[in-house]
């Protein structure tokens, strides 16, 4: 299985940005499918994430402004960006839950890095004020 992260780099406060996932070795569509981001010196937590029948999930930080999406075509996942503020600077990491069709879960378990077995290689989205 391989993620490959791409689509950061610099944007003004306010602007908008979309990064996207590709991935192989597995079908989008049949299992959650996720994205953190990991700021300078912190932990990676949780952006969001999307499950097979299209279920979404956000992180309270980036709800109303980041949309998460899919590909199925394509094979792709997406995080849109909008309204970007600076503390949205990070690298951004797609992941993937190995588990084929899951059953519905409580939100924690989107949330949580252990859930995704495996990772892309991160992009870095830089927010300038």
């Known amino acids: 299985v391989q993620l490959q992260a791409s689509g950061g780099g610099l944007v003004q406060a306010g602007g908008s940005l979309r990064v996207s996932c590709a991935a192989s070795?597995?079908?989008?569509?049949?299992?959650?499918m996720g994205w953190f981001r990991q700021a300078p010196g912190k932990e990676r937590v949780f952006v969001a994430a999307?499950?097979?029948?299209?279920?979404?999930y956000y992180a309270d930080s980036v709800k109303g402004r980041f949309t998460i999406s899919r590909d199925n075509a394509r094979n792709m996942v997406f995080l849109q960006m909008d309204s970007v503020k600076p503390e949205d600077t990070a690298v951004y990491y797609c992941?993937?839950?190995?588990?084929?069709?899951?059953?519905?879960?409580?939100?924690?378990?989107?949330?949580?890095?252990?859930?995704?077995?495996?990772w892309g290689k991160g992009t870095q989205v830089t927010v300038s004020s």
């Open positions: 999307i499950r097979p029948g299209g279920s979404t």
């Open positions: 070795g597995r079908t989008v569509s049949n299992h959650i």
């Open positions: 992941g993937l839950d190995e588990t084929y069709r899951p059953p519905f879960r409580s939100s924690s378990y989107y949330s949580d890095r252990a859930t995704y077995n495996y």
